[in-house]
């Protein structure tokens, strides 16, 4: 009875912790208690509690709680953590450098993009590593990336309980036509943001790889559409060829399968124009 007690405290704990979003950074006792159904000394006890640790904090004006240090150090933990930051922050550094466009990297979590690596074209490379936010996967060149190489399966599940709604007049709402982009992704190998998750703010994704070509997660350039657009077949390149270092760094070897240097193994059962399921710009197989 104890040990049941004791996991329904920290199942309440970390419920509440996930009350906490952009749009909902401070919450007093009561939102709390309303969002979760519990009593409101219930809640001032795992309020009280979190706070101690440091993994909340509360205004001393409003009264209200925010999310605490606490957490931020464990983001900082995990993120300088992940593999693929350890490996993709230098290829991403690179591409941010040579481009004048912002590179991120990020990860297939719960059914969206979470921001891992974020880094600007000035950034210092020790300051790049980051945990959120998350993209939507439907209208991001992140997600799309990463939804274009995911195994059927769990493409079919995201498409079943995903909502698309319409960030702007060029979202993709239609589960139709986001297959149709999905098909063009895996085709040439990248995929594409045209502000339609943020007006004047276009992007290009692509895949990462690891061990027995397993998804890793996704790495993009984003700038200003115009810039993107016009040179979009060269950054594509540049792009593609550093998510294949990435890839091979953590462990992607396509030689191994059967494939020429650079290429991106599909998952067995999509259908690619290319044989060997090569990635094609312009004509050239990278």
Sequence with gaps: MERERGIQSVHRAL????????????????????????????????????????????????????????IYELGIVLAGSLEINN???????????????????????????????????????FFVH????????????????????????????YLEQAVLEAYTAHTIIEKER???ELD????????????????????????????????EGAISLSGDPKEIYRNVEALARQLVLASRDIGRAMGYFPESAGLRPGAFRSPPSHTNPDENNNISIDGDTL
């Design 15 to 70: 419920s509440l912790l996930r009350l906490f979003t952009h749009n909902s950074p401070r919450l007093g006792i009561t939102e709390i208690s309303n969002a979760l159904g519990l009593s409101k000394p219930t809640v001032h006890g795992l309020a009280r509690t979190l706070q101690k640790q440091g993994f909340l904090q509360q205004d001393p004006h409003t009264r209200k709680y925010g999310l605490g240090m606490g």
């Design 87 to 125: 490996k993709g922050a230098g290829p991403a550094y690179q591409l941010a450098k040579h481009t004048g466009l912002v590179s991120r990297i990020a990860m297939w979590d719960a059914g969206s993009a979470l921001l891992t690596v974020n880094i600007e074209p000035r950034s210092h490379l």
């Design 178 to 180: 986001l297959l149709e």
């Design 184 to 215: 063009e992704t895996r085709r040439r190998g990248y995929s594409l943001d045209r502000e339609e998750n943020t007006i004047d703010l276009a992007c290009i994704g692509a895949p990462v790889f690891g061990p027995g070509a397993r998804l």
């Design 130 to 157: 980051q945990i959120g936010p998350r993209l939507p996967a439907y209208c991001s060149g992140l997600g799309k990336a990463m939804l274009a190489f995911l195994d059927p399966l769990e493409l079919e599940g």
